[in-house]
């Protein structure tokens, strides 16, 4: 079932699972900075004034179901020729 449903979302997403991995992996890391930031920044209002805004508009930016130049960036990582293709 869970492979099942992993293999849907990759396929609604027109992602290879190390395209997803980089994607999320990175978003992950940076919803995790963020919010450290932005706990800094509840104690000590001068720090990080903008982060928790700056991070909000790049991750809506980044998830747009237009956009497809993020996918376009994970597939020059490696060779078209090496990857499976998904059906």
């Known amino acids: ?4 449903r992993s293999i ?3 396929k609604d997403n027109q992602m290879y699972y190390g395209e997803h991995f980089l994607f999320a ?3 992950g890391v940076r919803c995790v900075f963020g919010g450290v930031c932005l706990l800094i920044h509840s104690v000590v209002p001068a720090f990080f004034q903008n ?3 700056r991070i909000a508009s790049r991750m809506i930016t980044d998830f747009k179901i237009d956009d497809r130049a993020r996918i376009e960036f994970f597939r020059t990582l490696g060779n078209e020729d090496d990857k499976p293709e998904i059906v």
């Open 8 to 10: 849907k979302h990759l």
């Open 1 to 4: 079932m869970i492979i099942k």
């Open 25 to 27: 992996f990175a978003h």
């Open 51 to 53: 982060m928790g805004s």
